[in-house]
């Protein structure tokens, strides 16, 4: 199972880069993968990509979460094998360090062959480059501020 591990420091405190993450209906204004999120409840988001000609849908479920520190989950029910972490480490009161671990399961040629040469964490470093972009100019909105325990 490929594994990829990103970071992207933010020139904005934690909490605000925190609240943009956590708004995952936003994900497709970044993400350049992502069509669609819908929110279903608190822990619970469907998710349709599109990479190249091949569109997947899956619902992810959040294991855990804590304000200002991580966001955890794992997919179930779809086309899409993965889970993932991500985490916000304050570096100093105006300045976020934002983590992604991805562990993913490549189904069919083409995403085997890009899981083989790297594709998969290019992707994610432009996706961090564009939230960085994104939660440097953003203006005002909190997310969910909930705690899940693992």
């Known amino acids: 199972m490929p594994q990829i591990i990103e970071t992207v420091d933010v020139d904005v405190p934690v909490r605000q880069a925190?609240?943009?993450w956590t708004r995952f209906e936003e994900f497709p204004t970044f993400l350049d993968e992502v069509q669609s999120i819908t929110q279903v409840?608190?822990?619970t988001t469907d998710w349709t990509i599109s990479v190249g000609p091949v569109t997947r849908a899956f619902r992810a479920?959040?294991?855990?979460?804590?304000p200002d520190e991580r966001v955890a989950w794992t997919s179930k029910d779809g086309d899409m094998d993965h889970a993932g972490?991500?985490?916000f480490h304050k570096l100093d009161d105006a300045k976020t360090r934002v983590t992604v671990q991805l562990d993913w399961e490549a189904t069919g040629f083409l995403e085997?062959?890009?899981a083989a040469i790297g594709v998969g964490?290019?992707?994610?470093q432009k996706d961090l480059k564009n939230f960085k972009e994104r939660v440097e100019h953003a203006t005002g909105g909190a997310g969910w501020r909930g705690d899940v325990e693992a």
Do not use: S
């Open 18 to 20: 925190y609240d943009q």
């Open 41 to 43: 409840d608190d822990t």
């Open 61 to 66: 479920i959040i294991t855990e979460q804590h």
């Open 85 to 87: 972490v991500v985490t």
């Open 112 to 114: 085997k062959v890009g």
């Open 121 to 124: 964490g290019h992707a994610v």
